[in-house]
């Protein structure tokens, strides 16, 4: 009986739980100038431009105080948790680093050819001519988990506070002004408890604080909650699983593919396709991307890319290969109708992913959240001069900028695949070719969770892992290099007993393999289960949110080292 | 008393580790972290100075390394020390065991501690025995794979395991002990104290200011050269089963051990 | 070339320890390849009678310092530094074992010599002596050579065999040693301690070893009852014993006991070096661990990634099942 995850909604309220006044004795706060929640390319594209503007600024740097900016980074280290194809649009960084040569860029080439093709089980056809929106000349191939570690030297090297392996666990907030952020709890037991070590967190108090988490941002989803910033259409995502391979033969080009093994026929709502990508001359990135909003309960993205790797035509690509890194993480696809109505609030500004600004036809927002976060820091030092807190320009800013402007013009791009491969991909290339105007208006979407999931066949094709090309989610949570202790408490906000349907979901879902079905109630019949969860295993993909619970951030320093993704 | 915690900063634990065939040394190049086992020398130091039998006037984090190496002592100091020492020069790549005990034993020299910490072992070097290389030098009785202290102004009282069983040791101060990971659970650093690390005194010293002697370190200073470097014996590899259906995973392993007359 | 100088451990009982004795006969051998002699020295109240019999393995000379205390390393260190000083020695073998680790870094310290440890295998080469060591959780083996003299090499545990050779008797020759003054400086006050209740593991067949991934002290009830199926014993690594979950006659390892049952089910161990030098002789080696990097994988003939709390209460079913009918 197909039932919607969206109906066993999560237990907790965002706005209740993760906003609250500084609680800390006045003299025990930490004061910054700029706090930045998020190490990644927005947040740290954010500190680098805020320390490049104050050289100039001296008095604003001296009311800023001893501590300028501060960068709020929950992974061991600006990168661990970064995780994207990617092909890099230049223009953000051309902006940040006017001296640097992309020679100096952390990226390994500039794309020179791009294909696109069409799976069928045993073939692969070329799609010619190519589709435009996926045209990638002049973009560079970048790790973006490396990208978020140079660019945190280059942040530090500015003169920005990083730190790391901290969580950023509740907004602060004092008459509807954003006064910081508090970092989470360390040391706490399975069941929450204060351990020996434990340590609480702090309050940072900042004069201007700037959101910048990425996908499914914790304190975003909070702050949307609390200031009722919930764009026109609501938010929905693609979950993407990623292997890096050490392969032989070099590849010469960048790869889209469509079609197989997702499924064409419109109840399974299979919205996708996959990359493959050369880095260097010996290394390649392979990913499968799939909309959250499919509809069978055993559809798992993880198995899928395994599957996937077994085309003859990706074979020869990995032939004689080893796997080196693999991770997931979702995407913002509501595009331009999902942005929050605005994107600052009275000491506050949202910037990157965690606000939705990823073109998702033409896969980019790395540059996008780049942008913003200069973007933000221009509107927070211009404000801060006037000992103001409106960061209302940064929102105008954005709208009016390529960000505003690309979203806008794919708005509607989405929306149609809802109906099946073909119909969607008719829709979405007209969309293209007539720059968005066709066929106008707002196509309705609808959140992930609402779905209704079945019980169907997705599982039937999933390959047995061989551990040399194919391999199994629990060895390949090892290969995150998540180090997350046994004993860590649960970050993940869900309802225990749900119907199977539900369960299920979730069970395939999750790349990390957190969630399972007690042994015993596997093939028990009944409609209704219990659910066990291992949040140790978890690499904070944020799929979980998307699909009817909740991810807040674990302790920090907890969840994947992504070196190379 | 002044307590001297000896750290270094190592590749992280989730870094495929290497050595870079040209050189005959580890690959240093990725993400590098402190220690672990020096955690346990810092939170050892801590726990002395909040006992209160002793009165533990400073904790000085030591570290010999590159420059990146001011990355252990920040955190260090993070989680406790209240400055840090930074032994830095190009003279010091490259050594080895010897070379690398003289030179640390030279800046502790510097400090003249009361008692020297450390962790018994690093993730990189799997030697085991750096303490004891140092204290010799040092004049000072030492302690390795220790996993209980109790301290006062003149003496510890250690445990440790030993070949035959557990010892214990009554160890006159100033002495270098070398800890454990079973004897203590590090505290994890508050905000505070990692936002303040970059302020606290770090000095930094190069081989000249301690009295080193250039020829007893480094590559050129070493008494050990590594002369070759090979893959391990081939042996036959064993069969590996991935757990998917534990009934059926049991089966296998069943049908295995009766094969093996093992039932 | 003037010889290998071995160091002797022995416990209170003056029981010579089977690492030492080791030891002793590889530096017999190496000798003999090189041309000169194999010595071994010895601390404490030793009989004469028990230190000529060291001979048996290939020791010519027998140094005893009747008045340095054994058990702590660096008075050690003061009677191997003055007898390698007095007579010339070349080399200085350890074989496994902590004090080995601590005599052989003091002596590094003391003579300014080059040390290697965690030693598998040693060859002679052009007149010298070349030291083989695994480094990296056994990835890779290193050749390590010594640039001056004299050399010291510490052996892994286990990694030389005793041989009797027909050495007939070593003489023993007295030697007085002035300590340190820092090597009076610690004191025993109780050594050898076992803690926990006396378990035998030496003389089974088949042990269940259970390691830091049981999670909890009460589950090593599960490796309990998985080897009672099996009709063997259960085994624990140190990290288990030092939290204090398991007694320390039941730990397996470095600082532990060697075996090599017929079969070693290896349940939440990791496998790391400390662990695998006592139990890797092991004819049949079955390791569960949900980590697929452990590098006990990398050893054991069969192995089972997943999570124990799932298969070891399935597999004692399935065992008992499998016997019992």
């Not at chain 2, 003289?102 to 510097?110: D, F, R």
Request: glycine share 10%; net charge negative; charged share 25%.
């Amino acid at each position: 009986m197909p039932v919607a995850p969206a109906e066993f909604p999560p237990p907790v309220d965002p706005a209740e739980e993760f906003v609250t006044k500084p609680t800390d004795p006045e003299d025990e706060r930490i004061e910054v100038g700029v706090a930045i929640v998020g190490g990644g390319p927005a947040g740290l594209a954010c500190a680098i431009k805020v320390m490049q503007l104050l050289e100039d600024e001296p008095e604003l740097t001296e009311k800023l105080g001893e501590v300028p900016v501060a960068v709020i980074e929950k992974g061991k280290a600006c990168g661990a948790h970064l995780l994207s194809g990617a092909n890099l649009r230049p223009s953000a960084m051309r902006e940040l680093f006017p001296d640097l040569d992309p020679s100096e860029w952390p990226v390994y080439q500039e794309v020179t050819k791009d294909a696109v093709y069409l799976l069928t089980r045993k073939r692969a056809l070329p799609l010619r001519p190519m589709p435009p929106n996926f045209r990638n000349h002049g973009n560079y191939v970048t790790s973006i988990a490396k990208l978020g570690r140079f660019l945190a030297e280059r942040a530090e090297e500015a003169g920005a506070y990083l730190l790391t392996e901290t969580a950023a666990d509740k907004l602060l907030v004092e008459d509807r002004i954003v006064r910081g952020v508090r970092s989470g709890d360390k040391g706490r037991g399975r069941d929450g408890e204060e351990l020996a070590n434990f340590e609480p967190g702090s309050d940072v108090v900042a004069k201007a604080t700037v959101l910048a988490e990425g996908t499914q941002g914790h304190l975003t989803g909070a702050a949307i909650d609390y200031f009722e910033l919930h764009g026109l259409l609501p938010q929905r995502w693609e979950l993407g699983v990623k292997e890096v391979w050490e392969v032989p033969k070099p590849l010469d080009r960048v790869i889209h593919t469509m079609g197989w093994p997702l499924r064409k026929a419109p109840k399974y709502n299979e919205f996708g396709g996959s990359f493959i990508y050369p880095m260097g001359e010996d290394k390649v990135s392979i990913g499968l991307v799939v909309g959250l909003d499919y509809t069978d309960a055993t559809f798992s993205v993880h198995d899928a890319l395994q599957e996937l790797k077994t085309h003859p035509f990706v074979r020869k690509i990995l032939d004689g290969g080893k796997r080196v890194a693999w991770g997931a993480k979702t995407i913002p696809s509501g595009g331009f109708w999902a942005l929050p109505r605005t994107l600052s609030v009275p000491g506050m500004a949202i910037a990157g992913d965690g606000a939705g600004m990823v073109n998702v036809p033409e896969l980019k927002g790395i540059h996008y959240g780049m942008h913003a976060g200069m973007y933000a820091a221009e509107a927070i030092v211009d404000a801060l001069k006037r000992d103001s807190v409106n960061f209302d320009a940064y929102d105008e800013r954005v709208r009016n900028s390529s960000i505003g402007e690309d979203l806008y013009r794919s708005r509607n791009m989405r929306q149609p695949f809802s109906r099946g491969f073909f119909v969607g991909g008719a829709i979405a290339s007209l969309m293209t070719i007539t720059k968005g105007a066709f066929p106008g208006g707002r196509w309705h979407q609808h959140p992930d969770a609402d779905e209704e999931m079945e019980i169907d066949d997705a599982a039937s094709g999933y390959p047995k892992p061989d551990n040399k090309y194919t391999f199994d989610k629990l060895s390949s949570v090892f290969a995150s290099g998540n180090a997350t202790r046994d004993d860590a408490p649960n970050h993940i906000r869900v309802q225990r007993h749900v119907p199977r349907e539900v369960a299920q979901t979730w069970v395939s879902m999750c790349p990390a393999q957190v969630y399972e079905i007690p042994d015993e109630q596997q093939d028990n019949g009944a409609a209704e289960v219990d659910l066990n969860i291992t949040p140790s295993n978890c690499i904070q993909c944020g799929a979980i949110t998307a699909k009817g619970g909740r991810l807040t951030p674990s302790e920090g320093g907890d969840g994947p080292l992504y070196q190379e993704t | 008393m002044k307590i001297c915690c000896l750290v270094k900063e190592v590749p992280d634990a989730a870094v495929q580790k290497r050595i870079d065939p040209n050189t005959k040394r580890l690959d240093r190049s990725g993400e590098k972290n402190l220690n672990p086992f020096d955690t346990h020398g810092i939170e050892a130091a801590m726990q002395i100075r909040e006992e209160g039998k002793a009165d533990v006037d400073e904790i000085v984090a030591v570290t010999m390394g590159p420059e990146s190496a001011v990355r252990a002592l920040h955190k260090a100091v993070a989680l406790g020390a209240d400055r840090s020492v930074h032994l830095t020069d190009d003279a010091l790549a490259g050594s080895d065991v010897c070379a690398t005990g003289y030179a640390l034993a030279k800046v502790l020299e510097s400090e003249q501690p009361d008692l020297v910490l450390l962790g018994q072992q690093s993730d990189d070097g799997e030697c085991y025995t750096i303490g004891a290389v140092v204290a010799d030098h040092l004049k000072m009785p030492s302690l390795t794979q220790v996993i209980k202290i109790e301290a006062d102004a003149e003496k510890l009282v250690c445990e440790r395991q030993a070949e035959y069983g557990y010892d214990t040791v009554e160890v006159q101060l100033p002495a270098v002990i070398s800890v454990g990971d079973a004897i203590n659970e590090p505290r994890y650093p508050s905000l505070k104290a990692i936002m303040g690390a970059k302020k606290k005194p770090l000095e930094t010293h190069a081989t000249g200011d301690v009295g080193i002697e250039a020829d007893r370190v480094g590559e050129q200073g070493s008494q050990t050269q590594v002369l070759a470097i090979n893959p391990p014996p081939e042996k036959e590899a064993g069969e590996i089963i991935e757990d998917e259906d534990t009934t059926e995973t049991v089966e296998k392993v069943v049908a295995w051990l009766d094969e093996r007359k093992l039932l | 070339m003037a010889g290998i100088l071995v160091y002797a451990l022995h416990d209170d009982e003056g029981n010579f320890n089977k690492n030492s004795l080791g030891a002793i006969s590889e530096a017999a051998k190496l000798a003999g390849e090189l041309g000169t002699e194999a010595a071994a020295v010895v601390v404490g109240e030793i009989a004469d009678d028990a230190c000529a019999g060291l001979g048996a393995y290939g020791a010519g000379k027998v140094y005893r310092a009747k008045s340095a205390p054994e058990g702590l390393a660096q008075p050690i260190v003061d009677v191997m530094a003055k007898v390698i000083e007095d007579e010339g020695f070349s080399y200085a073998l350890f074989g496994g074992g902590l004090l080995g680790f601590e005599i052989g870094a003091g002596l590094t310290a003391r003579l300014g010599a080059g040390v290697t440890m965690e030693v598998t295998e040693i060859k002679a080469q052009d007149g010298k002596l070349v030291a083989e060591r695994p480094v990296l959780q056994d990835s890779a083996i290193v050749d390590v050579g010594y640039v001056g003299e004299p050399g010291i090499i510490i052996g892994r545990l286990n990694a030389f065999d005793v041989q009797e050779r027909d050495g007939g008797s070593a003489d023993v020759v007295d030697v007085d040693v002035e300590l340190s003054e820092w090597s009076t400086k610690a004191k025993m006050v109780k050594r050898g301690e076992q803690r926990g209740e006396e378990v035998n593991i030496e003389d089974a067949d088949i042990l269940v070893g259970g390691g830091r991934g049981l999670g909890e002290a009460d589950n090593f009830k599960l490796a309990e009852e998985l080897a009672e199926a099996l009709g063997g014993a259960v085994a624990a690594t140190r990290a288990v014993v030092d939290a204090g979950w398991y007694p320390y006659s039941a730990q397996i390892g470095q600082t532990g006991k060697t075996v090599a049952p017929k079969l070693y089910l290896a349940a939440g161990i990791s496998g790391a070096i400390q662990h695998k030098v006592g139990m890797q002789s092991s004819e049949n080696i079955l390791a569960i661990n949900k980590d697929p990097n452990a590098p006990i994988f990398e050893f054991a003939d069969l192995g089972v990634v997943g999570d124990l709390h799932k298969i070891l209460p399935k597999l004692t079913e399935a065992v008992k099942a499998k016997k019992g009918g």
